[in-house]
């Protein structure tokens, strides 16, 4: 499965994070899970950090790593910027 942790700074109204699981598959990243998003009403700023993970999935030979996204709303406006963020590469994660 695929798990991203996330938190803010400041104090915002919400807080959305999207993560999933990719493989490499001929050279290129396929996602293997479904995306998951997880949104936090009101977030503590600074203090709290927050989870998100995709279904598990079964535990096969490969090269794996975890792409997460995050946006949040602050005083009504949504952020513009969002931008997928990667985990190094994971050969082999069940070995």
Known sequence: MGKSQFGCTARVDSVTNVVKLQKKVKGKWVNVTKSKARNVH?????????????????????TFRTASMGHGVYRGVPSKSRHWTYSKSVKNPCK
Do not use: D, F, S
């Open 42 to 62: 009101k977030p503590k700023a600074g203090v709290k950090k927050y989870r998100n993970q995709t279904r598990n999935y079964k535990c096969r030979k490969g």
